[in-house]
């Protein structure tokens, strides 16, 4: 029973009612078990329950002036479906007895009243008021936690569309950055120059390095990381690893130095997308806090766990380590060792956490061990089987198609956009013919009037889109190669591209040398 006492609303014209209820019940209405409230008649009862008092029983008789007990029942039962009812007649009155608890009422005495038996079918009523109190919390509850559940998936999306839509703002203007810088470098610049040019470079890296890790940890919070089972080598995945950070190892003259056991799968399976994301995070952390003529070692070997089939990698430096304070900590969003190490080497914290989840869902658990002062070690173990050898066929584009002038029409609204991806396309093709669409409009009339060799599409642009210039591109039959060229790199936006007919897609900013990847590959097709 509830610690409130359980209100009572008693519905009668004997006068003489209230007087014996209150004497029998005194000991319960002490305890503050039972309050009573009463009333002569059903209009008397109906008001006191409009006022708003929450009454858990209503005992009514049935014979009574100006509103009888029956048709008190009837607007209960309209109004009140919640309020038990227990109905007080004589056996003489038995057929109302029952027209009453066809009405709703829960139970019934007969009169004259047996106080004992009364209090027993009040408890029992009060019972069965409490379990079915519980169960309409217990639908409130689900109510709510539905309604908290679908507040947070659209919260979860408004923060998806959000991220998605900061990272197209900024890769837009991040893309002229990248693509002028690469083209000034390109220009023999003064040896002052190419310092400056290639500060640009680094720092432009690094913020594009900071929007993807804003955009991995926003996907993996989302569930939206899929992690792929294909064959792959893993040799081959650690050595492309060291040749994309040799340049920054040797800046510190620091020795990396990369090594498979032979007793390692030439191929295994698994996601070496992501593996060498993880790896590139680590080797990169390590090449950072490593001073100069520092060592670094990755290496891939057989796990010591009892599985034959799982794969030990892992990344050692003698850099300045971790305190122990810390090592708890590292893997957390947004953390670093110190605010010295923030101030001093710069970063975000994100790529530890990053990786840590993503080797999370490739079924492993990733560890740190280290000294401050003399390096630190990670290490990961992942269920990984042997695969079949895969050879990657390469694109084999003949002679005359590197010569011969080719004709590219570049949809995009943005003119600094549009001059950077010109000259880009110039500098790789030099007999090569640039046209520009200002929208999508402009490119689906130009792609039906002009015999492109490739379209470049830009996604969000005025008057028509590029999903919709696809379409229509697509829909007159025309099967020149289209290539997104967005700031929109989502999932779904990727796939969307694909699914409208383009051929491929480029993510703003762009490496010039995958670009032209992507076009002589096209133009092969």
């Known amino acids: ?49 409009k006022s708003g008092t929450s009454y858990q029983l209503l005992m009514t008789d049935i014979n009574m002036p100006e509103m009888d007990g029956l048709e008190l029942l009837s607007k209960v039962r309209e109004s009140y479906r919640h309020l038990k009812t227990i109905v007080v007649s004589a056996y003489s009155d038995l057929q109302n007895i029952r027209t009453a608890m066809n009405r709703g009422a829960f139970d019934f005495i007969t009169k004259p009243i047996n106080f004992t038996d009364l209090e027993t079918t009040i408890m029992k009523t009060l019972e069965e008021n409490a379990i079915v109190q519980l169960g309409l919390d217990a639908q409130k509850n689900l109510e709510f936690a539905q309604i908290e559940k679908e507040q947070a998936l659209l919260s979860a999306k408004f923060k998806q569309q959000f991220l998605a839509n900061m990272s197209h703002e900024i890769r837009t203007p991040l893309n002229a950055v990248v693509g002028m810088t690469h083209l000034l470098l390109e220009k023999n610049p003064r040896e002052d120059q190419i310092k400056y040019l290639r500060s640009m470079k680094q720092a432009s890296h690094n913020l594009l390095t900071l ?40 800046e510190k003259s620091i020795t990396f130095n990369c090594i498979c056991d032979a007793d390692v799968p030439e191929w295994i399976c ?78 975000t914290g994100l790529g530890l956490t990053i990786s840590r989840q993503l080797i ?56 600094m956009n549009q001059m950077v991806a010109t000259d880009i396309l110039e500098s790789l093709f030099p007999k090569c013919s640039v046209d520009i669409a200002n929208n999508g409009q402009e490119a ?82």
């Open 1 to 49: 029973m509830s610690s409130e006492p359980a209100h009572i609303l008693v519905v009668d014209d004997e006068p003489d009612l209230a007087i014996l209820m209150r004497q029998r019940f005194r000991h319960q209405l002490r305890d503050n078990i039972f309050k009573f409230d009463f009333a002569s008649n059903g209009v008397d009862a109906l008001e006191k329950i």
């Open 211 to 250: 929007i993807n890790d804003i955009l991995d940890i926003s996907k993996i919070e989302a569930g939206k990381i899929t992690i792929e089972r294909i064959s792959f080598n893993p040799s081959m995945l650690m050595e492309s690893i060291c040749q994309t950070l040799h340049i920054k190892a040797e």
């Open 270 to 347: 698994g996601d070496p997308s992501r593996l060498t994301q993880v790896l590139t995070n680590l080797a990169g952390n390590a090449i950072k806090f490593t001073p100069e003529l520092g060592t670094i070692i990755m290496r891939c070997s057989r796990s010591d766990a009892a599985e034959k089939s799982w794969v030990r990698f892992e990344v050692e430096d003698n850099g300045i380590g971790i305190e122990a304070q810390y090592l708890d900590k590292i893997f957390e969003s947004f953390t670093q060792a110190s605010n010295d190490t923030t101030r001093k080497f710069g970063g």
């Open 360 to 415: 999370d869902l490739m079924g492993g658990t990733i560890r740190v061990e280290s000294e401050f002062g003399r390096g630190t070690r990670f290490y990961f173990d992942l269920p990984l089987e042997a695969g079949p050898a895969f050879v990657e066929e390469q694109p084999s584009v003949s002679h005359d198609k590197l010569v011969r002038p080719l004709k590219f029409l570049l949809a995009e609204d943005q003119l």
């Open 444 to 525: 689906a009339e130009k792609a039906g009037t002009g015999d492109y060799d490739l379209v470049f599409m830009d996604i969000h642009m005025p008057v028509m889109d590029g999903f919709e210039a696809t379409l229509q591109i697509r829909a007159t039959g025309n099967t020149v190669p289209v290539v997104a060229l967005t700031a929109n790199v989502i999932r779904e936006e990727v796939e969307k591209c694909l699914q409208v007919g383009m051929n491929r897609h480029l993510a703003k900013p762009f490496e010039p040398g995958i670009l032209k990847q992507i076009v002589l590959e096209l133009i092969e097709e």
